[in-house]
Each structure stands twice: as structure tokens, then as C-alpha cells.
């Protein structure tokens, strides 16, 4: 079974910053890869798939990268809306998550 | 606008069966290039993957939970269901019904959960 983590698990950051999360994969998945982002108490959000195409309706400072193993996920300009957790997915599978929260 | 919506008991008795619908209404359950899946969440932690089904009833599960998962879809009503048995407070968590696309292009497909339920909160206790 393909396992992923993520790195970091925690970041604090400011608006303004640019933020990487990075999602690894136990064996090459090519580009079957999402991003997801969960604010709490709701459910979580498509923002990414296919390791970089935003999904429609998402601002344009997120992007995603990467194939096979490392992926990354980035916010050009972090906004106030952003402070939420990430997951990185490969079907069948979420990783750990990485909580973004305000320095 | 496709929704869906959880529905099911919000407390099950340890050592007996969850079982939770989820109802797409904006669009029919049949059509399309899509699976339906479940997935839960403790409370604090992550994602869980448990299963999904293709209209066809082809399903796949998480091979931590399959002895224990059916997952099934009644197209007549346009829903899918979960059954979970021999439950323990460890299964105590909110649980999400969604839709996954499959998003083709140059022979490839990559699918992702693009719609999804509020989620429903289920505690296993006595």
C-alpha cells in the first residue's frame, strides 16, 4: 500500500508569506496526487489534482508541483482565508496533514 | 449544484452496526464519469479513507477496515451507504460522503473528491 506524509506537520506564518508543503509518496504515484484544504468543523475543499491543475474556483496563489514521489503544494501570498490544514491525497490514501496558523 | 447529504444515527452502540446514507441530490448518482466514497475523521486528527463504489457496485476498501465495510449505492434513490460492524469507540468520528471525478486527459485519469458532504459526527458508547 502506497503511505504519504507530509512535511511539516505545523507551520506559522504571516499574511503576506509565500508557504511550500511538501507530500511524499512510499513509491512513484506519476502525477495522481490532490490537495485538499479543511478549515474547521467544515469539510474539506478540492483545491488541487493531478499534482498541479487548480481545481475551478480556486485562487491562483495556490499552485502544486511534482511528480512521482515528492510533491509540493504553495501559497504565493498567504491570505487571512488560508489559516486552515492541508492534505495531500493519492486515491485511497490522505496524508497526515500540515496546519497552517497565524505567527 | 451537486450536494450530498450524511444521514444515520449519531450513536451506535459498541459492538454493533453503523450504518449511514448519503443522498446526492443537483445531479443523478448514475451519470458521469464518477465514484462515491467515504472517508471519516476523529476528532483532532486526520483523514481516513474507508471505501468507495462505482455505479456498477464495483467497490474497493481500506484494507484496515474491509472485514469490517460494505459499501453499497441504491441508484433508484440516488444514494450510497455505509455499514460499518462490530463498531468500537475507536470508529468514533465524523464521517463525510463524496463524489469523485475523474478528470481525463492524454489517456490518463486523475480523480479527487470534488464534492462533499457537511459530514456527520457518530460516537460509539453504551
Known amino acids: 500500500d502506497i503511505q504519504l506524509t507530509q512535511s511539516p506537520s505545523f507551520l506559522s506564518a504571516s499574511v503576506g508569506d509565500r508557504v511550500t508543503i511538501t507530500c511524499r509518496a512510499s513509491q512513484g504515484i506519476s502525477s495522481y496526487l490532490a490537495w485538499y484544504q479543511q478549515k474547521p468543523g467544515k469539510a474539506p475543499k478540492l483545491l488541487i489534482y493531478?499534482?498541479?491543475t487548480l481545481q475551478s474556483g480556486v485562487p491562483s496563489r495556490f499552485s502544486g508541483s511534482g511528480s512521482g514521489t515528492e510533491f509540493t503544494l504553495t501559497i504565493s501570498s498567504l491570505q487571512p482565508e488560508d489559516f486552515a490544514t492541508y492534505y495531500c491525497?493519492?486515491?485511497?490514501?490522505f496524508g497526515p496533514g500540515t496546519k497552517v496558523d497565524i505567527k | 449544484q451537486v450536494q450530498l447529504q450524511e444521514s444515520g444515527p449519531g450513536l451506535v452502540k459498541p459492538s454493533q452496526t453503523l450504518s449511514l446514507t448519503c443522498t446526492v441530490s443537483?445531479?443523478?448518482?448514475?451519470?458521469?464519469?464518477?465514484?462515491w466514497s467515504w472517508i471519516r475523521q476523529p476528532a483532532g486528527k486526520g483523514l481516513e479513507w474507508i471505501g468507495r463504489?462505482?455505479?456498477?457496485?464495483?467497490?474497493n476498501y481500506n484494507p484496515s477496515l474491509k472485514s469490517r465495510v460494505t459499501i453499497s449505492v441504491d441508484t433508484s434513490k440516488n444514494q450510497f451507504s455505509l455499514k460499518l460492524s462490530s463498531v468500537t469507540a475507536a470508529d468514533t468520528a465524523v464521517y463525510y460522503c463524496?463524489?469523485?471525478?475523474?478528470?481525463?486527459?492524454?489517456?490518463?485519469?486523475?480523480?479527487?473528491?470534488?464534492?462533499w458532504g457537511q459530514g456527520t459526527l457518530v460516537t460509539v458508547s453504551s
Open positions: 443537483g445531479g443523478s448518482i448514475s451519470s458521469g464519469s464518477y465514484y
Open positions: 463504489i462505482y455505479t456498477s457496485g464495483s467497490t
Open positions: 463524496a463524489r469523485n471525478t475523474a478528470y481525463c486527459s492524454g489517456g490518463s485519469c486523475y480523480k479527487a473528491a470534488d464534492y
Open positions: 491525497q493519492h486515491p485511497g490514501t
Open positions: 493531478a499534482a498541479s
